[in-house]
Every structure is written in C-alpha cells, then in structure tokens.
C-alpha cells in the first residue's frame, strides 16, 4: 500500500503544500488503491477516467509551481455523497428513477470543498434516495463494511464510511438524517458529525423552509480532520435562508481544551426503553471510563419525556418530508413500482397524515427540545451508543429482531439516532472499540444546541486517550495490495 494514502487529511494537505509530494503523484496513488480496495467493499461508484483525474492534478501543480494555492484541500482526491450535487458527475441517489446526466452546478457544501482544492473522482455509495442505514441500491449494488466484507457498512453515508477507513478517501462528506454521518462512522471505525442544525447549508436546490431534520456534514479518520472539512462546509449562504454563521474553526489547536469537571450525561437505552445488543452497551459502557479519565464526571440520566411519544413523533415528521419528496414518482405507476418497497410505504403512510397530525408532531417534537435543553441544565453534554446492533450480513436489507425485541418498520432499529435529529443538536459518533466479533462500534457525543466546537472538543480529547480510528483494517489492505 502507498505511504501517501495512509495519511491523515491535514498531514496530506501539509505535505503538498510544502511541495513534498505533487497532487499527480497523490492522485496517482489514490487511483491504484482505489482499483485494488473498492471492488471489495463497493464504497466509490461513477469513478471518473483516470487520465482526465491526473491531467487535473498536473494543473493542480502547475498552479502551485505559479504561487496559486487554493486551500487545503488543493488536488486533494473527494468524492461527494452521491445525494449531493456535483458539477460534472450524475448525482443518481442509488435510483434508476433518478437523471444520471452530469449536474450543472454543486450543492453548497460541494461548491466550498472544490473551492478549497478538492479534485473530485466520483461520488461514495449510498442507500436509495437516502432512506435506511444500509448502503444498497439497485444501480451499483451494496457497499460492504472495511471491516468484514461480508458485513453492510450502515448508510446512507456508508460508501463514505467504508471508503474512509479503506484509505480511499483522505476525508468524507456525508449527510444525516436518521443517523447517516453517525452510523456508518460507527461501523467503520472512522468519527462521523452531525453539526447543529443550520451550520452546514443544506442545498441550495429544492425546498429550502420545511426541511429540517436532515444536514449535511463530515467524516473523517481523526477529530482534526473532521473539524477541518466542518470549517470548509459550515457557515451563513444567503441561498439557504435556515443556515446560520458558525465560530468552529479548522485549526487543530483550537481543539485543545482541559475537561476536568465537565459534567457527562449517560443515557444508555434510556431505562430500557431501547433494545441495544448486549455487547454494543458493554463496549459504550466501558467508554464511560474515558471519559473520566480526562477528568468529567459520568451519571447517568433520562430525559423527561415519554420515548414512544418521540418515535411517533419522528414518523410523523419523516413521512411527511419523504412522503412529500417521493410522491412525484409515487404518482406515477409506471414509476412507483421502481421505488422500493420501504421507500412506498413511505408515500403510502404520509397521504393518511393531516395538517393536524403535523401541527401535533411539531408540538410533541418542541417539547422534545425543551426536555433536552432541560438536561443540558444539569449537564454539560450527553452520550448515547451510535447504533443499536453491529453491522449484519448483506444479504439482509434490514433487521426484523434486535436484542429479542421485533422491529416493526424498516428503520426502527437505528432509534437510538432520531433524539439529536429532532432537537437539532450537534452530535458526533466516536469510536469506542471492537466487538468479540472483530467489528467496531461508536457513541454519539451530544451537545447543546450550536456547542459544535464543545463536541469536537470532547472528541479530540478523547482521541487522544484512546485512538481507536487509528486499528484500521490495514491488515486486510495489505494483503489485498500484495
């Protein structure tokens, strides 16, 4: 395996600045691993012609020889999430409903990473349309998780994940609605930051007012890099009129912070309310030491508020918003039979809602809120596991029973995610160990409304206690590249 795709994005980014190495040659050593890993786990689809790849790295080098540096990531290798629009690549959404003519212009988040530098090479893998934590879809099939091939990566960020801990992507863009920044993160060993809601522009095409459960955001293989690729995407864009400004910066000394005498909420599975396989809570659990050990304190609390209430809330607010999105083709029966059966059942069940019903579910979900800021009042952050089980076989679409308990919807097993979404909370999912199984596992660091430096912070200092990211699969990469 080239040394080059074994570094962190900051140190990759250092290194081609000060001319150590050329973007053509970074390029060139990405294309090679990419072509020996990605058929493994399927994490990097609509993969652009090397030789137009490297012809834009030579220019990337041509405008260093003449002084011209555009950012951090300047001829740096990225591949947008394939929901994202990208300016030359299709954004097919895992679709065959979907144009896969090239976009004429990127979303806004994409738009600030090519600013920066970024090459992009294709785009990552994810779920259709973006619904469900498993990364299949009918155009290019499942991505598999870097950790066991025969396992799913989680979703819909899952090509993102895999990639990442993969080497074939020195840093990932994703978005998260139920979980999708924090689960594959979770299951791949790498960090995954949902930020506060508004920090990243989210857009700028479409419905701009009524969306506001799904954001965008970054992945990454350490916390610095993570907070970089924040501090490129977040920030005020007058075409996303519920997007805000933000102090988080990119650099790495900011993340610097003494801990001692934070006071840390544990929820577990909320008194049993969740089911959470037995050794995912073991592994969070003993976590907990951690964070002691960088002097906060640990206590364990619940929310007050009926936790049924909040799933029913959630389904009211997700098929109304998928229901709404999806009905033009839902419309249309020649179109509807080419929509999955998960992603129907959404349309299906949002026809049924009123505007009762959403008035109510916004009233159950502010006084969510209110009872989250309340725990706020006596903490200074919370934790909750990342996923409820570890990632399972590709042959399953979704699992009917976790921890004994049977799952009623498709996505009723990742609940563990939906109470940061519905608060609007930054929320970042950091790796705590591996499984008996060999499978890795994360918890979700939670933080009050806009302390998204606050929960970067936490993380980093936590990395440097225990940095997990850094047992990637380099065992099974190198015997691959042999």
């Known amino acids: 395996m080239h040394q080059l795709v074994t570094l962190d994005a900051l140190a990759l980014s250092a290194a081609i600045r000060s001319k150590e190495v050329s973007c053509r040659e970074v390029m060139q050593a990405y294309l090679e691993h990419i072509e020996k890993m990605n058929p493994h786990v399927n994490a990097i689809v609509s993969l652009r012609p090397p030789e137009e790849l490297l012809d834009e790295a030579k220019r990337a080098d041509q405008l260093l020889a003449q002084g011209r540096y555009l950012g951090w990531m300047h001829g740096m290798p990225q591949a947008p999430k394939d929901l994202a629009s990208c300016k030359g690549l299709p954004t097919s959404k895992g679709s065959p409903l979907s144009s896969m003519a090239p976009d004429q212009s990127d979303a806004t988040c994409v738009a600030r990473v090519r600013d920066a530098g970024a090459i992009f090479i294709g785009k990552t893998n994810v779920s259709e349309f973006g619904?469900?934590?498993?990364?299949?879809?009918?155009?290019?099939?499942?991505?598999?998780?870097?950790?066991?091939f025969s396992r799913i990566a989680g979703g819909?960020?899952?090509?993102?994940?895999?990639?990442?801990?993969?080497?074939?992507?020195?840093?990932?863009?994703?978005?998260d609605m139920m979980g999708s920044l924090r689960n594959p993160a979770a299951f791949n060993n790498v960090y995954g930051f949902r930020p506060t809601q508004g920090r990243v522009p989210y857009g700028s095409g479409g419905e701009l007012f009524l969306q506001q459960l799904s954001t965008e955001g970054?992945?990454?293989r350490t916390v610095a890099d993570v907070a970089r690729l924040f501090a490129t995407q977040a920030g005020y864009d007058p075409q996303c009129p519920l997007s805000s400004d933000t102090d988080v910066t990119g650099d790495a000394a900011q993340l610097k912070r003494d801990f001692k005498g934070a006071r840390i909420g544990w929820l577990g599975n909320y008194d049993g309310y969740l089911p959470i396989e037995e050794e995912v809570m073991v592994l969070c659990e003993a976590a907990l030491s951690d964070f002691a050990d960088i002097g906060c304190t640990v206590e364990q609390c619940r929310p007050d508020y009926p936790m049924e209430k909040l799933w029913e809330t959630w389904l009211v607010h997700r098929q109304w918003l998928v229901g709404g999105n999806l009905s033009v083709y839902f419309a249309d029966p020649a179109r509807r039979g080419l929509l999955k059966p998960e992603a129907q059942w959404e349309v299906e069940s949002g026809q049924y809602l009123t505007a009762a019903d959403v008035f109510r579910a916004s009233m159950a979900r502010s006084d969510w809120y209110r009872a989250i800021h309340k725990l706020f009042e006596q903490f200074d952050y919370l934790l909750l596991p990342s996923a409820q089980m570890f990632p399972f076989d590709v042959a399953t679409k979704w699992p009917r029973n976790v921890a004994g308990r049977e799952m009623d919807t498709y996505h009723r097993w990742m609940e563990v995610v939906i109470g940061p979404t519905l608060a609007g909370l930054p929320a970042m999912s950091v790796p705590v160990g591996f499984g008996a199984n060999g499978l890795p596992m994360g918890m979700q660091i939670i933080g009050p409304s806009r302390d998204d430096r606050g929960v970067l912070q936490l993380a980093y200092a936590l990395e440097g206690l225990r940095p997990w990211s850094a047992q990637a699969p380099l065992a099974v990469i190198d015997a691959l590249s042999r």
């Open 131 to 148: 619904l469900g934590s498993n990364s299949y879809n009918p155009l290019f099939g499942v991505t598999r998780n870097a950790y066991d």
């Open 156 to 175: 819909s960020s899952g090509g993102a994940g895999a990639a990442l801990a993969m080497r074939m992507l020195p840093v990932a863009d994703g978005s």
């Open 218 to 220: 970054p992945m990454g």
